[in-house]
């Protein structure tokens, strides 16, 4: 390792107060996703603080008062150098009301060597760590010969993409780091997909009617659009079953790859026959597979299903997948993520690791979805690599370890400074 990135690494130990700082600086900025909309005040904070270091920043919002912020340095010598993102997102978990935490989530606290906050796994530390290495790399004096491109996205928790935000902007390099909990393994992602599927009468009938719909004479053909959506979602079950009997995917347990019916509304008044039910589901699937893909598989089994029914097969059941934000337009997307071990980005990351750590580097699967499906489906390879564990992500008294936040720290300041200094012909 190059001796001046020695110093530069043995500086996030003897700084680390100002880490630490900095990561209680961002978690007093209050950015719960749900209710959203609050984020401006934190990403004004973190423009202003990569402007500092000279980064170029665009700023735009996404959505009112949720603003994202990508911060450009443009490297001495871009043509011949690679060129990186580091992506974190803004918004945290929302803290409700009924939580019982040792101090206020918003007012962090350092105790048995961790710092406690709403956001300190997810992921303001790592946010703040991939920050402060910009500050070390900037107060050397360094120059990098490569593009660095910074961005701090708003919406994740919310499924909004602020991140694909991003990418339609323009925004491309030869690898990106996705810094959000992974408990510092190199991480892929199955994907997410949610979706609507909607079961309707084009009639609409009394309750008294119910017994000539039902039974033998009645003579009225008809149907309850909840009694039919059990149809439906009897057949999810069968074809959830199914993928976790037929399909695999190594880090993952089989039957990962779920499908739940997670909210049903229907039915208009007790007076009614139901002629209108909707159920909204949460589809995971494998990281070699795409939300398009499940999505047709899911219709072409309920189609299959309905056109054998009597009365489902004039009904056709409708589909609406995936949405721009949960809390808009009652949708999202993760696209899945998959990784390529020999990528010159994933070995640099891992050595890196290794000689930071002296721990073997972890390849493997999140058990969750982030940003990075965003990053992978524009086409830039890249994976998740942040401090926090899961156990922590969105819960209680939700912390990060200051020994695993002074870890990640240097290996990402050592990962940007070695990639930045690696010629995009090897
Ligand atoms: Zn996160």
């Known amino acids: ?63 009112p ?34 939580e019982q935490w040792e101090v ?63 990418c339609k902007r323009g925004y491309k390099a030869d690898f990106a780091v996705v810094v959000d909990t992974s408990d510092l393994h190199i991480q892929g992602q199955g994907g997410v997909i949610t979706g609507w599927i909607t079961v309707k009468s084009e009639k609409t009938f009394h309750d008294a009617t119910r017994r000539s719909m039902i039974h033998a004479g009645g003579g009225l053909s008809g149907a309850s659009a909840i009694e039919k959506m059990m149809k439906v979602i009897e057949g999810l079950q069968e074809l959830e079953r199914h993928w976790a009997v037929t399909k695999s995917y190594p880090g993952f347990l089989p039957g990962t790859n779920t499908i739940n019916p997670a909210v049903i509304e229907g039915g208009r008044h007790a007076a009614f026959i139901a002629d209108e039910c909707r159920l909204w589901i949460t589809v ?56 390529d071990p020999n990528h010159a980005g994933v070995k640099l990351l891992a050595s890196t690791h290794e000689h930071i750590s002296k721990q073997h580097a972890i390849i493997d699967v999140s058990p969750t979805v982030t940003d990075g499906g965003w990053l992978g489906e524009a086409g830039i390879p890249t994976v998740i690599y942040g401090p926090g564990d899961l156990n922590n992500a969105h819960a209680v008294n939700e912390q990060v370890s200051i020994e695993q936040l002074l870890e990640y720290t240097k290996v990402i300041l050592a990962f940007i400074y070695e990639w930045s200094f690696t010629k995009k012909s090897s």
Not at 20 to 30: G, M, P, T
Not at 33 to 42: L, Q, S
């Open 284 to 339: 995971h699937y494998y990281p070699d597979e795409s939300h398009e893909q499940v999505a047709t598989e899911i219709e072409e089994h309920i189609l299959g299903i309905a056109k054998a029914d009597l009365w489902l097969r004039d009904n056709l059941p409708t589909f609406e997948w995936g949405g721009t934000s949960m809390i808009e337009d009652r949708g999202e997307i993760f696209p899945s993520l998959e990784i």
């Open 65 to 98: 008062n949720d603003p994202n912020v990508v911060g450009v340095l443009e490297g001495t010598d871009s043509e011949n150098y690679k060129s990186l993102i580091i992506n974190g997102h803004i918004d945290v978990a929302e803290v409700d009301e009924a």
């Open 104 to 166: 206020d989530p918003f007012t962090p606290v350092v105790k048995n060597n961790a710092i406690i906050g709403r956001g300190a796994a997810d992921m303001k530390g790592g946010l703040a760590g991939a920050m402060f290495a910009f500050q070390l790399l900037h107060d050397a004096g360094v120059k990098l010969p490569g593009d660095i491109i910074f961005q701090s996205v708003i919406g994740e928790e919310v499924g909004e993409a602020g991140t694909w935000e991003c």
């Open 1 to 63: 390792m190059d001796k001046n990135l020695s110093i530069l690494i043995k500086q996030v130990v003897d700084r680390k107060e100002e880490l630490i700082d900095l990561v209680k600086d961002l978690i007093s900025y209050k950015t719960p996703a749900p209710p959203a909309r609050n984020t401006k005040d934190a990403q004004e904070f973190v423009a202003g603080f990569m402007k500092n270091l000279g980064f170029t920043i665009d700023t735009w919002d996404v959505y």
